[in-house]
């Protein structure tokens, strides 16, 4: 069975900085695109960024130029860089990934256990 381990949240000061990282394990035959969500008490998970298998990469407005998303295929890793945090910025952040399982050859997507950061002020 696939599973998404994730690392490397936890408190900073407005202005520092953070490095998620999101590595898959298990039965994969591809890895289709991999990101990551944030929920904030009382507000609905959203997307944060993603990368494509080609590298393409998508960013919420709200972290555009200060959040880098990137990937290491053969560690199946994924990682966003945070910088200039700011106390909006504290969530709950999940992995997630689109994998392609072998044999069946099915596709849905996968998610990690949660991370939280917490941004003061």
């Known amino acids: 069975q696939v599973q998404l381990v994730e690392s490397g949240g936890g408190l900073v000061q407005a202005g520092g900085s953070l490095r998620l990282s999101c590595a898959a394990s298990?039965?994969?035959?591809?890895?289709?695109?991999m990101g990551w969500y944030r929920q904030a008490p009382g507000k609905q998970r959203e997307l944060v960024a993603n990368?494509?298998?080609?590298?393409?990469?998508n960013y919420a407005d709200s972290v555009k130029g200060r959040f880098t998303i990137s990937r290491d295929n053969a560690k199946n890793t994924v990682y966003l860089q945070m910088n200039s945090l700011k106390p909006e910025d504290t969530a709950v952040y999940y992995c997630?990934?689109?994998?392609?399982?072998?044999?069946?050859?099915?596709?849905?997507?996968?998610w990690g256990q949660g991370t939280q950061v917490t941004v003061s002020s």
């Open positions: 997630n990934s689109r994998i392609t399982t072998p044999q069946t050859l099915s596709t849905r997507d996968y």
């Open positions: 298990g039965r994969i035959f591809s890895i289709n695109a």
């Open positions: 990368i494509i298998s080609g590298g393409n990469t």
